[in-house]
């Protein structure tokens, strides 16, 4: 279960100039792509060894986009995060709303919409709330237990880890053969946002997850699906090592996380006498 609960959980063209050279450079770059079968340098490569140098180019980001999304939850992550734990993006919860979200070190920015105040606070509580704070973000640090669990994902350091399974090398180091119940295949390129693309197939434990790796250039993985019982979850990462935005809301804009905490303690309070309260 542990394999398949990772496989769920773990989803720029190259244009031509207007010159004649470089019209002459892309006629034979296409021939060479003709005769390795738009593989690239990578049509000699095993898809082991395409899975390895991926990762490998994974765990050496010092920074990148991430976007997250699966069928078996209405989470959404969209985030630019780095390995000093600093990030700027959303995070949405579906119906429940979404957060604008910017961390710099210990300190945590967020703004919520209307529809996270209304999913939070009950009746015209959520209403007032959503529009005294519609253009703020609440602010505060990582010693805020709500700030703290929001920003997890901004830990660019975990999700590298998290992409080393238990058990496997480090990036660098020998590829073991995959098991006798996985099959690790590589599909045909394709392009994903603009960017050629070779797919690389593996299915284990009635789980099918597909890597999509850039042909050209530094083999990053830009895209990876799963289907797991019929549940799928993507994970797109681009923009690799692109430093995350230092910009920070001004102090015009925000209001401290307090706000928030009094808010939602005064909604429990009054759900004793049957008000209702929000969920955090």
């Avoid at 394999?3 to 002459?24: E, I, K, W």
């Avoid at 390895?52 to 976007?67: N, P, T």
């Avoid at 690389?200 to 790796?213: F, N, S």
């Avoid at 008000?275 to 955090?280: I, L, M, P, Q, Y």
Wanted: hydrophobic letters at 35%; charged letters at 20%; aromatic letters at 4%.
């Amino acid at each position: 279960m542990t394999s398949r609960r990772r496989a769920a959980t773990a989803t720029t063209a190259l244009t031509c100039g207007v010159a004649l050279l470089a019209g002459a450079a892309c006629t034979g770059a296409a021939a060479a792509a003709a005769a390795d079968g738009g593989e690239g340098d990578l049509a000699n490569k095993s898809a082991q060894q395409i899975s390895d140098d991926a990762l490998h180019q994974l765990i050496a980001a010092k920074s990148l986009r991430l976007r997250t999304q699966t069928s078996a939850d209405p989470t959404k992550i969209d985030l630019t995060l780095d390995r000093a734990g600093n990030c700027t993006g959303a995070i949405s919860k579906g119906e429940l709303g979404s957060v604008e979200l910017v961390k710099h070190g210990n300190q945590v920015w967020m703004k919520p919409d209307a529809a996270f105040w209304t999913s939070q606070l009950p009746g015209k509580e959520g209403d007032d709330a959503a529009a005294k704070y519609k253009d703020t973000f609440l602010h505060g640090t990582t010693k805020n237990a709500f700030l703290r669990g929001l920003s997890a994902a901004c830990d660019l350091k975990a999700f590298q880890k998290s992409a080393v399974a238990p058990g496997e090398p480090p990036a660098g180091a020998p590829s073991r053969s995959p098991s006798p119940t996985v099959s690790l295949i590589k599909g045909r390129p394709t392009t994903h946002e603009g960017t050629r693309v070779l797919p690389v197939i593996k299915k284990a434990e009635g789980a099918v997850q597909t890597l999509y790796v850039a042909i050209d250039g530094k083999h990053y993985p830009l895209k990876l699906t799963a289907e797991v019982d019929h549940q799928t979850g993507t994970i797109l990462l681009s923009n690799y090592d692109t430093p995350v935005s230092a910009k920070t809301p001004a102090p015009g804009q925000t209001a401290d996380i307090s706000a928030l905490e009094e808010l939602l303690q005064g909604s429990r309070s009054g759900s004793g006498s049957g008000t209702g309260a929000g969920n955090t």
